[in-house]
T-cell receptor, first 114, second 112 residues
Framework: AQSVTQPDIHITVSEGASLELRCNYS??????LFWYVQSPGQGLQLLLK??????LVQGIKGFEAEFKRSQSSFNLRKPSVHWSDAAEYFC????????????FGSGTRLQVQP | NAGVTQTPKFRVLKTGQSMTLLCAQD?????MYWYRQDPGMGLRLIHY???????AKGEVPDGYNVSRLKKQNFLLGLESAAPSQTSVYFC???????????FGSGTRLTVV
């Protein structure tokens, strides 16, 4: 079975600064990988996804993520954070065979300072 | 096109009461899922369904039952609510493995 670790529970960055949120997964092959964002009191919105091809993927809202097979990582990045990016971010992994359900990390809460 | 609709949005139950959460999707997807979200624990899979008439257990199924009598609806039941079931519940669906989920807006349940 797959698993996901998001090592950072809470991150604070200044507006305009760059951002990197970490995600490490455990799976026997390259899984399906996703990043979701959840604004306070809201549902979850898909930011980006990866399964194959270019290891740097672009998503919505100016986010990107890089898949590194050697590190079993799929870190989320943004060059310049906006105050509206304050939210909770979840990394998720899906198996390529068997059960289709996604496994989610515990989340990273992003706070943006003016 | 509403996507995934969850009802109710909020509910307060007393310990021992029962209730049913409804998830309805208009995307004609076979797969549907119920998760619960608790602080610091991310989303955990309660039950899922791979098609009409089928259900299966996820990681945290105890205390919950589900039914998928119609393809578009996936019901989550609590027969005897406990304070440990206080949580935010999300329903989701996806057409295939590569596309990720479409989520409902969630149901915030408090059991007192």
């Amino acid at each position: 079975a797959q698993s996901v670790t998001q090592p950072d529970i809470h991150i604070t960055v200044s507006e305009g600064a760059s951002l990197e949120l970490r995600c490490n997964y455990s799976y026997g092959a390259t899984p399906y990988l996703f990043w979701y964002v959840q604004s306070p009191g809201q549902g979850l919105q898909l930011l980006l996804k990866y399964f194959s091809g270019d290891t740097l993927v672009q998503g919505i809202k100016g986010f990107e993520a890089e898949f590194k097979r050697s590190q079993s990582s799929f870190n989320l990045r943004k060059p310049s954070v906006h105050w509206s990016d304050a939210a909770e971010y979840f990394c998720a992994v899906g198996a390529t065979t068997g059960r289709r359900a996604l496994t989610f990390g515990s989340g990273t809460r992003l706070q943006v300072q003016p | 096109n509403a996507g995934v609709t969850q009802t109710p949005k909020f509910r307060v139950l007393k310990t021992g009461q029962s209730m049913t959460l409804l998830c309805a999707q208009d995307m004609n997807h076979e797969y549907m899922y119920w998760y619960r979200q608790d602080p610091g624990m991310g989303l955990r899979l309660i039950h899922y369904s791979v098609g009409e008439g089928t259900t299966a257990k996820g990681e945290v199924p105890d205390g919950y039952n589900v039914s998928r009598l119609k393809k578009q609806n996936f019901l989550l039941g609590l027969e005897s609510a406990a304070p440990s079931q206080t949580s935010v519940y999300f329903c989701a669906t996806n057409p295939n493995r590569a596309d990720g989920y479409t989520f409902g807006s969630g149901t915030r349940l408090t059991v007192v």
